[in-house]
């Protein structure tokens, strides 16, 4: 993989901010670490929320840290569970133009599951960090060019 | 002195040696050039070609090898290892509620496993109630929901617990959870003599690794040292601790840093319980551990040796134990779940039978081997099925099991096995330096080293420097496939349901008074510093929830959140 920043192509000068959260009582971080630093490497904005966040937790830091992207690792099969609510909390505090990513250990028949809720990717382990890296940008380049600020 | 190779032997060696790297490696070498670079073990230790007698110059048979049976047990712990007794299957189980856990236990004792292995949800490992906010969806999931002793009493209907040994997979409420099972135990009348297992109770790998920590290190420590110091007493056939390299590893540890990591997390506890007045041979026959067997075969089998004998010098030499059960290092192993993918899943069980094979081969006492469904969700009973008959494979048809250390004396595994020590041994040393592992911890130490240990890993990944096959080589791009494995389907959010029912229901209907004082007793006892274990054991037969006997804890000893760095 390359690990050069990968933006340079981008139509903003702004870097993508990603906020990689763990919900819930899952502890597998590994992931989630790996993929924050990454993003760090590929030129993005990383914030990781630590473990254990509720959802509440999760949103919130989302509109705080004005992120263009929200990333979700999760090890413990709640994802589906975890997927409604975030998208509903985000809905409730006007902040549903933040797309989510989610990524872990998800059976390949609840991935259009999640679509459907309204997850934008998700990425299954042993997904090439590459791969993962050109979706966000042109997930976040969407939302930029949609936004038009 | 036992020294394998007289200097004039090895000087002829290492002359054939040298005549092989300039006459005859050149012409093959220009002919058929090698087909890496380099050729690293998983923890980055470069392998040479072949390995000779002068690899292993000073080699001093009985100092290294020894005997089965006798220190410094490289060769396996017991005299006679599986020649008399197969290492027990022991399948790391348990979803939904009590109900569906205790079906899927007397399958695999049908099946033939020869121990049981309990795995909790989320809520019960981090100590909360069903029906907490915090549990929800959850329940039940990744694991058995078990948040009363009237739980555990279901998860072993049907099961003589004096007749079968119970590990619990459980680390800051495993007071709780022993105190459930002694209750149970009791109430089928087994005696304290007769309760065998294990609580994993290993509070240290908790930041480093598998991350269900409740307590900050030191009261972490503390709960667990409890619990140790109790069962040495009262029960002595439970194993109160499993110290365990295994979620250190998964986490994204080296072999080496693995190794090093657990051991260092033994000292500590044996430094922490030879403070509270216990001799050592008293406790450190009731230690046990718990290690990975990750795909690297051969660094695999040279790690659990290494093991052996590091652990039985630490406490021979540093702790001064005289009994020679203290010097034994009995360990489970579980295959590596982080080797598994989801891609061409049925690979799954190839990986698991090699790592399965490299545990036995490195003298395990116990192993769980992962289902083919591990990626994915808890295993299907067919494929759990298939991973506890991998193991009767290798039980009763490869015939590995009818030679003690069989590859001992291959001079590569020799070598390997020094080599893992010796890297393993300077961990240790500058853990040593940074005042134990309690204080590394504190530090973020051996935290930092595995982050960027699995960051390496997912690079060499992404470079093709590693090979997995299906992920970055010999990729399949149709997932149909995976679409084909049979997971495991059960109602959980009808589970959820029954598990916050009857937990209300028991908090409804117990002897209120006796509940409130056992509570009471137990917050004096924690905040006089006192061992809880006998508060806990009664706070439960009172029928105290293990979220209203952490949430006691909790205020005692305070909560632990993990700074977020990355």
């Known amino acids: ?91 409730e505090y006007g902040a549903e133009d933040i797309p989510v990513v989610m990524g872990g250990s998800i059976p390949i028949v609840d991935v259009e599951v999640l679509k459907s809720i309204g997850v934008r990717e998700v990425f299954l382990p042993g997904t090439p960090i590459k791969d993962i890296v050109e979706k966000l940008i042109r997930i976040a380049e969407e939302r930029f060019s949609s936004k038009k600020i | 002195m036992a020294k394998l190779y007289s200097r004039e032997a090895l000087e002829e060696i290492l002359k054939a040696y040298k005549y092989w790297e300039e006459n005859i490696l050149p012409q093959w070498l220009s002919r058929m050039p090698e087909r890496q670079k380099e050729f690293t073990t998983l923890s980055g230790i470069q392998l040479k070609p072949f390995y000779t007698p002068a690899d292993l110059s000073d080699f001093d048979y009985i100092e290294k090898l020894g005997v089965p049976g006798a220190y410094p047990f490289t060769r396996g712990i017991h005299a006679t290892m599986y020649r008399a007794r197969l290492w027990t299957m022991r399948m790391f189980s348990g979803y939904g509620g009590p109900e569906e856990t205790n079906e899927r236990l007397k399958m695999l004792i049908k099946a033939g496993e020869t121990g049981l292995s309990l795995a909790f949800d989320n809520p019960t490992l981090v100590g909360i109630d069903p029906d907490d906010p915090l549990a929800e969806g959850a329940v039940g999931v990744v694991g058995v929901s078990v948040p009363t002793v009237v739980d555990m009493e279901i998860v072993f209907r049907d099961i003589n617990m004096g007749e079968v040994t119970t590990n619990m997979t459980i680390n800051p409420p495993a007071p709780v959870l022993l105190s459930f099972y002694v209750a149970v135990a009791e109430k089928q009348g087994v005696s304290y003599d007769n309760i065998g297992g294990t609580t994993q109770n290993d509070p240290l790998k908790e930041f480093i690794g598998q991350k269900t920590h409740v307590f900050p290190p030191e009261a972490a420590v503390k709960v ?56 050592v041979d008293d406790f450190a026959p009731r230690l046990s551990f718990f290690f990975d067997s990750h795909i690297n075969f051969f660094e695999e089998i040279a790690k659990f040796r290494a093991a052996r004998r590091m652990w039985a010098k630490i406490m021979k030499e540093w702790f001064g134990a005289k009994k020679p059960r203290s010097w034994w290092m009995r360990f489970h192993v579980q295959t590596a779940g ?157 589970v959820e349901r029954r598990q916050k029912e009857r937990v209300r229901k028991i908090r409804s209907m117990r002897d209120e008074v006796r509940w409130r004082n056992a509570l009471e007793e137990l917050r004096r006892a924690a905040e006089r510093g006192d061992n809880i274990m006998p508060y806990v054991l009664k706070a439960v037969k009172a029928y105290a929830t293990i979220g209203e006997i952490m949430g006691v804890l909790k205020d005692v000893y305070g909560t632990y959140v993990e700074p977020p760095y990355y």
């Open chain 2, 338 to 494: 982080c080797s598994l993918y989801p891609q061409q899943p049925w690979l799954n069980i190839v990986r698991t039978a090699i790592e399965a094979l490299a545990a036995v081969l490195g003298g395990c006492q116990s192993l769980h081997t992962n289902s083919f469904d591990e990626p994915f969700r808890v295993p299907s009973e067919f494929a759990a099925k298939i991973a506890l008959r991998t193991q009767q494979i290798i039980a009763y048809e490869t015939g590995v099991a009818d030679v003690i250390d069989p590859l001992a004396g291959s001079y590569f595994v020799e070598w390997l096995t020094d080599e893992m020590e010796e890297r393993a041994w300077r961990y240790i040393e500058r853990i040593e330096r940074m005042g134990g592992m309690l204080e590394a911890v504190k530090k973020g130490y051996p935290q930092r080293e595995v982050e960027e240990a699995a960051y390496r890993f997912q690079r060499e990944v992404e470079e093709g420097k590693r090979f997995i096959v299906g992920v970055n080589i010999f990729r399949e791009e149709d997932v149909e496939e995976i679409r084909r494995v049979p997971l495991l389907e059960f109602n959980q959010e009808e």
């Open chain 1, 1 to 91: 993989m390359s690990m050069e920043p990968m933006l340079s192509h981008l139509t903003t000068k702004r870097k993508i901010k990603v906020l990689v959260a763990k919900i819930g009582l899952d502890g597998h971080d590994r992931g989630a670490k790996v993929i924050a630093r990454a993003l760090r490497d590929a030129g993005f904005e990383v914030v990781y929320t630590g473990l254990r966040q509720t959802i509440d937790q999760v949103v919130i830091a989302a509109i705080q840290e004005d992120v263009d992207i929200i990333g979700v690792n999760q090890h413990e099969g709640s994802h589906i569970y975890i997927a409604k609510k975030l998208i509903e909390k985000l809905r």
């Open chain 2, 224 to 279: 667990a040292m409890d619990v140790i110091e109790w069962s040495v007493k009262n029960l002595p056939k439970w194993n109160p601790i499993s110290i365990s390299g295994y979620h250190i590893r998964e986490a994204g540890a080296t072999a080496v840093q693995e190794l090093a990591f657990t051991l260092a997390d033994g000292i500590e506890y044996v430094r922490q319980l030879i403070a509270r007045g216990l001799d």
